[in-house]
């Protein structure tokens, strides 16, 4: 099983789906995941949330991917189907042209800055499970991010001389203790420094 | 001699090892929602250790049940159909007596298997007990889905990894037993069974002591396509168990699990049951109706019969 598999990835994930991925891969199987709860042994889970942990540092940094690509891809069905479509570029491009943006659109782009547009475009990226209600997947919490940083064996104290941040607001963060915790735009850029201490390229919108 | 052609029919089966998870009060819903776009449904109470449905359905006590059926009081299948006050509802009221209290016997399985096939209806929905007992297992199989509801709760999710792995094991114990190699499904599986031994292990043991074996079982797993229901989520990290525990299925019980829907928790489903209403009739806009009106929806698609819908793990 490859990093692509590992993560259900497909082979032209953007590095928000990788991350987003990785995240939800590490919500799935850590120690005390409820969805995995009673399936998988101690020692299975501890290899596979190293295995994720892996592909996430591959995945995530372009010229790692690259040359891990080069060792992958050409057992990939998929791949093998990608290029042959390739010789039909104009129909490709075609279908591949991005959509025309409306007025509103456009005056949005030209509005909003672009590095809110993604932030926002990864905050409320989520689906619409089966009974029609939108659940917003939203893994830029401390809650989440507590368990990248166990998973990479760091401690309270180490994020906090990355971020600058005392140990006890990274732990009310990771905790969500509304009453010891900032709220709002502190918040965000609170778990905005987190993020980039983890090596995460996104973060809550302000 | 004339032959009446029966018409394919759709079966589903709703179980999923642990009780009160809502298996009965989704499997109602679920079959008054199915009554009104089928037109013909039948609703039986599988339940051997406490039937009760006619409960929830608000269906008079009659002597017709399954344990008159059983007891060859009454032979056919069809002579217990009760009529309930929904559109297109017929029920078949589980057996109070005491034959309930234990395991059917494989005979009187078979019986109610083939007439049960033979019912003239357009769906039928099976409500199983709770629990992993053979009887149980070979019903959920039988359903095309068999849909699972879990809750929330680690106790939930365990039981229904346990009921998965019971599937499994039988699956495997049947396929052996038609290739002849028992003996070997018998040991494997019991160590299935027991947790020490997962899906891919077993698998793999199988196939280096009978080769060839391997890919037989496996298609045999593929080919069970169970589906999973949440019931009484209650935050945003709910939602996520549903798509969550598919990717988990996938990879450690090399078995597809459809995920079908998350239904959110509703305190007014305690009341409606109170009061003896059909939640779907009473609150048909809540989110809990809208969810089960999806989840007819998907199932009486035509390519839901296979059960072709990929399940959305962790991708977006």
Redesign the interface.
């Known amino acids: 099983m490859d990093f692509y598999d590992l993560?259900?990835?497909?082979l032209d994930a953007s590095p928000e789906?990788v991350e987003?991925?990785y995240v939800?891969?590490l919500?799935?199987?850590h120690g005390e995941?409820?969805?995995?709860?009673?399936?998988?042994?101690k020692e299975?889970r501890d290899i596979l949330l190293e295995r994720i942990e892996a592909a996430f540092q591959t995945l995530s940094d372009p010229s790692r991917r690259k040359a891990y690509d080069v060792q992958v891809l050409p057992f990939r069905p998929e791949h093998g189907m990608k290029a042959y479509f390739r010789k039909s570029t104009a129909k490709l491009e075609i279908e591949d042209a991005s959509e025309k943006k409306s007025v509103w659109g456009k005056i949005k782009s030209f509005l909003l800055p672009k590095s809110q547009n993604n932030a926002q475009k990864i905050r409320v990226?989520g689906?619409v499970?089966?009974?029609?209600?939108n659940?917003?997947?939203?893994y830029y919490k401390g809650e989440y991010f507590k368990l990248i940083r166990e998973n990479r064996g760091l401690s309270r104290k180490e994020i906090a001389q990355a971020t600058g941040l005392s140990e006890d607001m990274i732990r009310a963060v990771e905790e969500g203790n509304t009453s010891s915790a900032p709220q709002g735009k502190e918040l965000s850029s609170i778990l905005r420094l987190y993020a980039q201490a983890l090596g995460l390229r996104g973060g809550p919108r302000h | 001699m004339h032959t009446t052609r029966i018409p394919a029919k759709k079966i589903w089966a709703i179980g999923g090892g642990k009780g009160g998870t809502g298996k009965s009060f989704l499997s109602a819903s679920l079959a008054i929602e199915m009554g009104a776009r089928l037109g013909n449904v039948i609703l039986i109470d599988a339940d051997f250790g406490g039937p009760n449905l006619h409960t929830v359905l608000a269906v008079k006590d009659g002597e017709r049940d399954l344990a008159s059926f059983f007891k060859n009081d009454i032979p056919a299948l069809e002579d217990i159909l009760l009529p309930t006050p929904y559109p297109g509802l017929k029920l078949i009221k589980g057996g109070e007596s005491a034959i309930f209290a234990a395991n059917l016997h494989h005979a009187k399985k078979l019986k109610l298997i083939r007439q049960l096939k033979a019912l003239p209806a357009s769906g039928i929905i099976l409500d199983l007990g709770p629990g992993s007992a053979f009887n149980t297992l070979d019903f959920f199989i039988l359903g095309q889905p068999g849909i699972l509801v879990v809750t929330?709760?680690?106790t939930a999710?365990?039981n229904t990894?346990?009921f998965l792995r019971s599937c499994a094991a039988r699956i495997l114990r049947l396929y052996a037993q038609f290739y002849k190699v028992a003996h070997l499904a018998h040991e494997l599986s019991g160590e299935l069974e027991k947790g020490s031994l997962?899906l891919r292990d077993c698998l793999e043991r199988l196939n280096e002591r009978e080769e060839n074996m391997g890919p037989i079982f496996l298609a045999a797993l593929r080919s069970f396509r169970p589906a999973l229901i949440v019931n009484k989520a209650r935050s945003?990290?709910d939602?996520?168990?549903?798509?969550?525990?598919a990717?988990?299925?996938r990879r450690?019980?090399l078995i597809e699990l459809q995920?079908?829907?998350?239904?959110?928790y509703d305190e007014r489903v305690h009341w409606s049951l109170r009061k003896f209403t059909p939640f779907v009739y009473a609150h048909p806009q809540s989110?809990v109706s809208?969810?089960i009106k999806?989840?007819a929806e998907?199932l009486t698609l035509p390519e839901a019969q296979g059960g072709e819908q990929r399940v959305?793990?962790?991708?977006?």
């Open positions: 993560l259900n990835l497909p789906e987003r991925a939800r891969a919500a799935t199987y995941a409820l969805a995995s709860y009673g399936a998988l042994s299975e990226a689906r499970d089966e009974s029609g209600q659940v917003a997947e939203d | 929330p709760e680690p999710v365990e990894y346990y997962s945003e990290k939602f996520l168990l549903g798509p969550s525990m990717d988990v299925v450690y019980f995920f079908l829907a998350t239904i959110p989110g809208c969810a999806k989840v998907r959305s793990g962790l991708t977006t």
